[in-house]
């Protein structure tokens, strides 16, 4: 792989402006190197010149070493193309190269060349040094938690005080459980901040770890917890701040877990960040190398060992602050989070890598073999026993395809989505960290496209069980199996979804769980990207949840066996099919004014009408199509057509960053990571028709579809749409990270000390 392909892989995505541009600097180069060609004289004698180095003088086998640099210096000096001047010194951080050889002839190219490589320099240098100026703040911090989380600890765990602390006197080791100071004698030297300090090796030369004293808890008077993080809204937040402070320091096993748990994960993206950082260094001295190796070689001068001694020089190439807090870290988090087990401590921080197994690969294509085999079989089936045609289909459709058209919607749905998981990975859209992902348990398109064709492989088999139109002549009835594979599969799923093993990728499952949870709960829980991510994907799925609805009925209420209910002419029925409909833009609207309450921000006002607005859509072109009455059709048409507009509106411009006219891309926004302009705008065309989908239920159209049929249809077009919706929505999030750099996710941390809240107060 060239170097080129290789930076833009290791990159770190939303610091993609901050890397040195290689590809610029590379495509000049060839443009220098093809003026250098077209310059170049052909009738140099490059054979007399070959010839007379015959008759040069012979230097000797064995030279001396310093004779050997000496010459080598001489010669570059003499030779030598650039003179490179850091202004580092007086505060501008910057670097000017002065090209030596201005009278050959291309020399303004050159020039320029080493104007644009110093200018990457000093964007780099200055990205870098203020990087690490914010991960050395934050180690500040975490050495103030870990301060606050020892002394917890010691009052936690009831440590013995058999000596005055404040005095030099010693305390043995088995006064603190756990024996950690005894298990890691070597590594307390070197940990200036640990709270078991070992004390001189005179007092005791045969075991000098075996007396230690006992952190400071004088700390302790200055923090409190935090209980701000997830705390339900608004009655638990204003309970917690009447809380007095010794009523907050509960020195329990169970909050000293939790706090264990906080730091640790804190420590964890604490390294993360700093991997990145030095990788973001390394990344970028070796593109500066291969870059002047480029230069050297086209233009034959001996320019590279100059400036890298300057890039060896700068801060990004000799600062070493990342290197020692990473063995700092490393150090911290296997003491005290991994019980001294470094192999157990260092796969916790290290990132982990997702491995790509052949299994996977295998059972996707054979689900989608089966898929295929089963959709054809089910076409030849209904073809050859005419089922169209015979008198049970009206039967079928209004009892059983409801039923399986759920099936259809989530796999639809799970389709999309892997689609977008694929995008978002071909377009270097950084969806882990958007969505909050733990490193390497997020699902990839192909695991995703395993779950859809193996759901689809099952349901295809259940509808082909239950084709049968054929009554039983004696008892009137159909078998009882296959009329119950319907619920049997949703039960199935349902198993699958909430199965505690861990198997089937648990960790996924609880994030899909713990998020959905949240969307029910809202606004009882502070808005995440993912929740509201999800909310967005259940207003989709609104004939899905009318499905389920169908289930409790038919199943529960009606005769399963004759295929006959009466769930349509319910009046408990059609009222939950409203208030199902409703659900999802609900909970939507209750996020909405959770996040403009803690944000203060108007515009999550304005998008909770829009889901009101839509509420009442839903609403109105239900009772429009029980009733059928004149005063709903103008009910539905006021309110669906306020809705769908307002709607549109939102997608184009406020999600997904569109229709800017003094932006680069006229119409669009500055930044696009499609290649192809004309997408943007098939895709607004796109949602636009798609969300005025809804105008089949209003005026009725004659098609020779039956009701059922069609409902379905508009129901996938509106997931279709939602998929769309996802891919810009994303990249747009991922390109507001990028405008700030945002790499990393907050991880709340445990205490809070006094002088941080009179500083923010």
Not at 228 to 240: E, G, M
Not at 576 to 604: G, H, N, T
Not at 688 to 697: E, G, I
Not at 742 to 757: C, G, M, Q
């Amino acid at each position: 792989m060239k170097f080129g392909k290789e930076l833009a892989a290791q990159m770190v995505p939303e610091w993609q402006a901050a890397y040195m541009d290689y590809s610029s600097l590379k495509n000049f180069l060839k443009e220098i190197h093809a003026l250098k060609q077209k310059s170049r004289q052909a009738d140099a004698p490059t054979s007399l010149q070959q010839a007379l180095t015959l008759y040069r003088g012979f230097s000797g086998l064995i030279q001396r070493q310093n004779q050997r640099a000496t010459s080598f210096d001489d010669h570059d000096i003499e030779n030598q193309a650039i003179l490179v001047d850091s202004m580092q010194g007086n505060g501008s951080g910057k670097y000017v190269t002065t090209f030596l050889m201005a009278a050959e002839e291309g020399a303004e190219y050159e020039h320029e060349f080493f104007r644009m490589l110093d200018s990457e320099l000093s964007k780099v240098d200055k990205f870098y040094r203020s990087k690490v100026k914010e991960v050395v703040a934050e180690a500040e911090i975490l050495t103030k938690q870990m301060d606050a989380f020892i002394a917890f600890r010691i009052k936690a765990e009831k440590v013995e005080k058999k000596f005055d602390v404040s005095s030099d006197k010693m305390i043995p080791t088995n006064a603190v459980q756990g024996g950690r100071a005894g298990s890691n004698k070597h590594n307390d030297a070197k940990q200036s901040n640990d709270s078991l300090q070992e004390i001189d090796h005179e007092d005791n030369p045969k075991n000098p770890a075996a007396c230690i004293r006992l952190a400071s808890q004088e700390v302790l008077n200055r923090v409190r917890l935090n209980r701000d993080i997830q705390v339900p809204f608004p009655a638990a937040k204003v309970n917690c701040v009447s809380m007095n402070k010794q009523t907050q320091m509960n020195f329990t096993k169970g909050n000293l877990t939790k706090i264990q748990k906080q730091l640790k994960q804190a420590f964890i993206e604490y390294y993360y960040k700093l991997r990145l950082l030095k990788n973001y260094s390394f990344l970028n001295v070796l593109a500066f190398s291969k870059i002047m190796k480029k230069y050297d070689k086209i233009t034959s001068r001996r320019a590279a060992k100059h400036y890298m001694r300057t890039v060896d020089d700068s801060y990004i190439g000799s600062a070493d602050e990342v290197t020692k807090l990473m063995e700092r870290v490393e150090a911290t988090f296997i003491k005290h989070f991994s019980n001294s087990n470094r192999s157990k401590g260092m796969n916790n921080l290290r990132p982990k890598s997702k491995k790509e197994r052949h299994i996977i690969s295998f059972c996707t294509g054979f689900f989608v073999g089966c898929t295929a085999a089963l959709t054809l079989a089910l076409i030849l089936i209904i073809h050859a026993r005419d089922i169209l045609n015979k008198e049970g289909r009206a039967q079928y459709m209004e009892s059983m395809f409801p039923l399986y058209s759920l099936f259809g919607f989530v796999v639809l749905h799970m389709l999309v989505y892997t689609g977008n998981l694929y995008l978002w990975r071909r377009c270097r859209i950084n969806y882990t960290f958007i969505f909050g992902f733990k490193q390497g348990t997020g699902l990839g398109f192909r695991e995703v496209l395993l779950f859809s064709f193996g759901l689809a492989t099952l349901a295809l088999t259940s509808v082909i069980s239950n084709l049968d139109m054929e009554m039983d002549p004696k008892t009137g009835d159909y078998k009882a199996l296959t009329e119950l594979l319907p619920l049997a599969l949703v039960m199935l799923v349902m198993i699958l979804l909430l199965c505690p093993f861990n198997i089937l990728y648990r960790s996924s499952r609880f994030f899909l769980l713990t998020t959905l949870f949240h969307c029910i709960c809202a606004p009882l829980y502070k808005v995440r990207f993912q929740d509201f991510f999800l909310a967005d994907q259940l207003t989709s799925e609104v004939q899905a949840f009318r499905s389920l609805e169908y289930y409790i009925c038919h199943y529960g209420w009606g005769d399963y066996k004759l295929r006959q209910n009466t769930c349509k002419s319910n009046d408990v029925f059609n009222t939950f099919y409203f208030i199902i409909a409703a659900i999802p833009y609900w909970s939507r609207l209750l996020q909405c004014v959770r996040r403009f309450y803690d944000e203060k921000d108007p515009m999550q006002g304005y998008n909770g009408l829009k889901y009101f607005l839509t509420i009442v859509a839903v609403c109105t072109r239900t009772a429009y199509g029980l009733d059928r009455g004149d005063s709903w059709k103008t009910l539905a048409w006021t309110f669906s057509a306020m809705a769908a507009i307002f709607g549109t509106y939102w997608d184009l411009v406020i999600d997904w960053g569109l229709l800017q006219r003094k932006s680069r891309n006229r119409w669009l926004r500055n930044k696009l990571l499609v290649p192809y302009k004309s997408v943007y705008f098939a895709a607004m065309v796109l949602n636009v028709l798609l969300r005025f989908a809804w105008l089949q239920t209003v005026l009725n159209f004659h098609l020779s579809l039956h009701r059922e049929t069609l409902t379905a249809i508009v129901a996938s077009l509106e997931i279709i749409r939602r998929g769309i919706w996802n891919f810009f929505r994303l990249e747009n999030e991922h390109l507001n990270n990028v405008g700030k750099f945002r790499a990393f996710k907050s991880v709340p941390l445990p205490f809070n000390y006094d002088e941080d809240e009179d500083r923010s107060d």
